[in-house]
């Protein structure tokens, strides 16, 4: 059966730092693209970021260009997101999510498959 487990989220204070994980199960993470996808109160989803299955490219939104950086290690078929200096504005539900492609298609909130979603609150 495959599965997404999120885990990591949390209180971080501006500045900050905190690293999402996504660990996968019952797919190897070179053959699927995995995207993050935040919500946050009272909005649509968002897509935050992407890594392709072929070549690990990440792709990330113009609102956390320079501050995110999405990763995977494949011993373990885990993604990660490391969000720095994080604004209070990235308080949202993280959720990490996949439609079974092998190539990003840029960075968006639609796929098939999700997590079960990660709280992260932004605040001083």
């Known amino acids: 059966q495959v599965q997404l487990v999120e885990s990591g989220g949390g209180l971080v204070q501006p500045g900050g730092s905190l690293r999402l994980s996504c660990k996968i199960f019952g797919v190897t993470m070179d053959y699927v693209a995995i995207g993050w996808v935040r919500q946050a109160p009272g909005k649509e989803r968002e897509g935050v970021s992407c890594?392709?299955?072929?070549?690990?490219?990440?792709y990330y939104a113009d609102s956390v260009e320079a501050r995110f950086t999405i990763s995977r290690d494949n011993s373990k078929n885990t993604i990660y997101l490391q969000m720095n200096s994080p604004q209070l504005e990235d308080t949202a539900v993280y959720y990490c999510a996949t439609d079974w492609s092998h190539k990003c298609e840029g960075v968006r909130a639609q796929y098939t498959t999700w997590g079960q979603g990660n709280q992260v609150n932004v605040s001083s």
């Open positions: 890594i392709s299955g072929s070549d690990a490219t990440g």
